[in-house]
């Protein structure tokens, strides 16, 4: 609000629907619609609502936005935004909170063929062994004892401190 | 340090300014008051008031509440109120306002339509 050149503010009552072009930050905090080309920020903030073709250096969702958004630089959806569409930029945020619903392009980026064969191997090779060896010994033990306890409830006679089974049905036989 | 807390937004209540770089193609319409600086081609309804600013270009039909012209106007400007055409303004097309102000200076061509019954 404090600079009144070099940004544009759509207030909250405000509707535009058609074409926007400019070269300045352009805070929508009403209603746009159509097709937004800026070649600096837009910031949609929790008020604005966005149905356009968005084509934007930075884009910052706090509000609501359908339609494509491609930037040059980042998209952010914040805790409060939602979207729906699909984004293309380099660079995307997006927040715990933010809802959103399309497709993200991020580009082309380069896969080093050496690195990635040897750190999935050594990841595999680590976890395996350990989850073998710990499975077998404790599952099957107590499944075990709980299902001959339900074989066989009405002998009260061994005692079986641990399980809490054991001591409920030691209650019910004394009050039979 | 006084003069920075009065900073140089000339509008009070002014929530929407549309830039000096910005190009809009199309409609705008809302309740509030609307500042431009930049171009707007196609159509503006306001229930409020609309400030074309020295800078500002506008080739759209325009109805509003009240209407304060230092730009460029091409296009017919009906006012529930008032229309003020300041100085240095330029505006092309029929102004219809109960109230129509032309300061000495503007440049206007069109024609003027003050009757009331047809303001709104």
Redesign the interface.
């Known amino acids: 609000m404090a600079t009144m050149d070099g940004s544009t503010i759509i207030g909250e009552s405000i509707l535009i629907n058609g074409n926007l072009n400019g070269d300045e930050d352009l805070t929508v905090r009403g209603r746009v619609e159509g097709t937004v080309t800026l070649t600096k920020t837009l910031v949609v903030e929790p008020t604005g609502v966005v149905k356009a073709e968005v084509q934007v250096k930075n884009c910052v969702i706090a509000g609501a936005v359908v339609g494509n958004v491609t930037a040059s630089e980042s998209v952010e959806i914040t805790k409060e935004g939602r979207m729906i569409g699909d984004i293309s930029a380099p660079r995307v945020i997006i927040v715990d909170g933010a809802s959103f619903r399309g497709r993200i392009d991020m580009g082309e980026f380069e896969v080093r063929e050496g690195e990635r064969p040897e750190r999935t191997l050594s990841a595999r090779a680590a976890p395996r062994p350990a989850l073998t060896t710990r499975r077998p010994s404790p599952a099957p033990a107590p499944k075990a004892e709980a299902a001959e306890k339900a074989s066989a409830p009405r002998p009260p006679e061994p005692p079986v401190p641990a399980a809490l089974g054991g001591a409920k049905k030691k209650v019910i036989v004394r009050r039979k | 340090m006084a003069a920075i807390d009065k ?4 509008r009070t209540g002014a ?21 431009i ?2 171009t707007v081609k ?1 159509r503006i309804g306001l229930k409020e008031s609309l400030f074309v600013e020295s800078s500002g270009v506008i080739e759209a039909d325009i109805e509003t509440a009240n209407v304060e012209v230092s730009g460029q106007v091409t296009g017919n400007i009906s006012a529930s109120e008032k229309v003020e055409l300041k100085a240095d303004c330029k505006v092309t097309g029929d102004i219809r306002a109960p109230r129509i102000l032309i300061a000495d200076g503007a440049i206007f061509k069109g024609n003027v339509d003050m009757d009331v019954k047809g303001a709104k």
């Open positions: 900073p140089p937004a000339p929530h929407t300014v549309i830039g000096s770089s910005i190009v809009i193609d199309g409609e705008i319409s809302g309740d509030e008051d609307l500042v600086l930049g196609g």
